[in-house]
C-alpha cells in the first residue's frame, strides 16, 4: 500500500493501531504491537507558500477576476467550492458571511484591508 500512497499506508496503520488499542484497554489482547509506528509520509508544504514577488507576478500578468479569486482565497481561507458559490451580497463591507458546502457551519470573516481594498 505505501507503494502507491504513503499517506493512505499511514493513515490505515494508524486507523488499525487505534483498534488495537482499543482492544488493549478492554483486556481483549495482550498488546498493541502497532503502538507509536511513525509516519511514512513526509510532506513539505513550505514550497507552497507564496512569496511577495510570487503575488506580484501573478498581478502584473493576470486579469482582474483573477486577482479577486487569488484575495479572496489568501484572505479568507475557504474552500474553492465555497468561493465559487459566494454572492457579492455576502460582503457588507466590513465582514463576509457565508455557510460552508462541507461542514455547513455559518462563518463570519473579518475582511483585512488588502482585500476590502479589492472588494470595495
Given at each position: 500500500?505505501?507503494?502507491?500512497?504513503?499517506?493512505?499506508?499511514?493513515?490505515?496503520?494508524?486507523?488499525?493501531?487505534?483498534?488495537?488499542?482499543?482492544?488493549?484497554?478492554?483486556?481483549?489482547?495482550?498488546a498493541?504491537?502497532?503502538?507509536?509506528?511513525?509516519?511514512?509520509?513526509?510532506?513539505?508544504?513550505?514550497?507552497?507558500?507564496?512569496?511577495?514577488?510570487?503575488?506580484?507576478?501573478?498581478?502584473?500578468?493576470?486579469?482582474?477576476?483573477?486577482?479577486l479569486?487569488?484575495?479572496?482565497?489568501?484572505w479568507?481561507?475557504?474552500?474553492?467550492?465555497?468561493?465559487?458559490?459566494?454572492?457579492?451580497?455576502?460582503?457588507?463591507?466590513?465582514?463576509?458571511?457565508?455557510?460552508?458546502?462541507?461542514?455547513?457551519?455559518?462563518?463570519?470573516?473579518?475582511?483585512?484591508?488588502?482585500?476590502?481594498?479589492?472588494?470595495?
Amino acid at each position: 500500500m505505501a507503494v502507491k500512497s504513503r499517506m493512505q499506508a499511514d493513515y490505515v496503520f494508524a486507523t488499525f493501531a487505534s483498534i488495537l488499542a482499543w482492544a488493549l484497554d478492554r483486556g481483549l489482547t495482550d498488546a498493541n504491537p502497532c503502538k507509536n509506528p511513525g509516519k511514512l509520509n513526509r510532506s513539505e508544504r513550505a514550497e507552497c507558500i507564496w512569496a511577495q514577488a510570487d503575488e506580484e507576478a501573478l498581478f502584473a500578468i493576470a486579469p482582474e477576476r483573477i486577482r479577486l479569486a487569488y484575495m479572496l482565497a489568501a484572505w479568507t481561507g475557504q474552500r474553492q467550492g465555497d468561493l465559487l458559490s459566494l454572492m457579492w451580497s455576502a460582503y457588507d463591507g466590513t465582514h463576509i458571511r457565508l455557510r460552508q458546502n462541507k461542514t455547513k457551519r455559518r462563518v463570519v470573516i473579518p475582511v483585512a484591508s488588502p482585500l476590502k481594498a479589492v472588494l470595495d
